[in-house]
């Protein structure tokens, strides 16, 4: 997602995981080179490709990199109204949950998008006049067979899908839990991830099957005018 200043409201960035345990005992060689910022050439048997993104991140890249460069500016946006959407798309032990989780929420170098992205709100948030008050609540649901469950309330486990004019699309009996900080975001993160369904698959004996979708929504209110406004961000991690 791009700033709402920005000319592009999509952004699509790919990024190269380094080769893993299974690639390198069976001998395998990296078929990427990459040749400016945004483009990457892929050697493979059928030929030579060449692809252009927004921008295309190495194998060493950091956790900071992939924040910096797609999310950060979009969190403001966000928290003045706006809706936003980030997904990662890709194979099954492509790194999907480890960019947008990463490996330890409380790890400065090693956690995702997602924890970067609470940090960055609730610091704009403490910064903002004083006669903006702001709400934050989060829910966190996975899709697993075809089938979504809350994964605060895992024994909800098929929440139907509506549609109201007020409010759009959404899953009805979904939890939504208010939160006033950067902690409290984290242990629904922790709460939530341990309910999800994981199964071992032949890429990656830890990766995750289903769909999770964190959701963060933000009013903020002028104490002054009464007027307010709501952002929703959908973050979602595919299996």
């Not at 990459?34 to 993104?53: L, M, P, Q, Y």
């Not at 929420?105 to 970067?116: A, L, N």
Request: proline share 3%; aromatic share 8%.
């Amino acid at each position: 997602m791009a700033s709402s200043s920005s000319p592009n409201t999509i952004k699509v960035v790919a990024r190269f995981r380094p080769q893993n345990k299974n690639e390198l005992a069976q001998g395998g060689e990296p078929i990427v080179e990459f040749e400016a910022n945004d483009t990457c050439k892929i050697n493979s048997r059928e030929g030579v490709s060449s692809f252009t993104f927004d921008r295309v991140f190495g194998m060493n890249s950091k956790q900071t990199d992939i924040f910096d460069f797609s999310i950060r500016p979009t969190v403001d946006d966000i928290l003045n109204g706006y809706n936003g959407t980030v997904f990662a798309y890709g194979q099954t032990g492509a790194g999907k949950s480890y960019t947008m989780m990463g490996t330890d929420i409380d790890d400065e170098m090693g956690k995702g998008i997602i924890p970067r992205i609470v940090e960055q709100m609730f610091a704009s948030i403490l910064t903002s006049p004083s006669n903006i008050e702001y709400t934050v609540r989060v829910s966190y649901m996975e899709i697993y067979m075809e089938r979504i469950r809350d994964l605060l309330v895992p024994q909800h486990d098929n929440l139907p899908v509506h549609e109201e004019k007020s409010r759009g699309v959404y899953v009805k009996g979904l939890l939504e839990i208010y939160v006033s900080s950067v902690d409290e975001v984290y242990e629904v993160m922790r709460r939530g991830g341990a309910a999800r369904a994981v199964s071992a698959t032949n890429m990656n004996q830890e990766s995750s099957r289903s769909h999770s979708i964190f959701v963060i929504t933000v009013t903020q209110k002028n104490v002054e005018t009464g007027s307010a406004k709501s952002g929703q961000l959908f973050l979602v991690d595919l299996a």
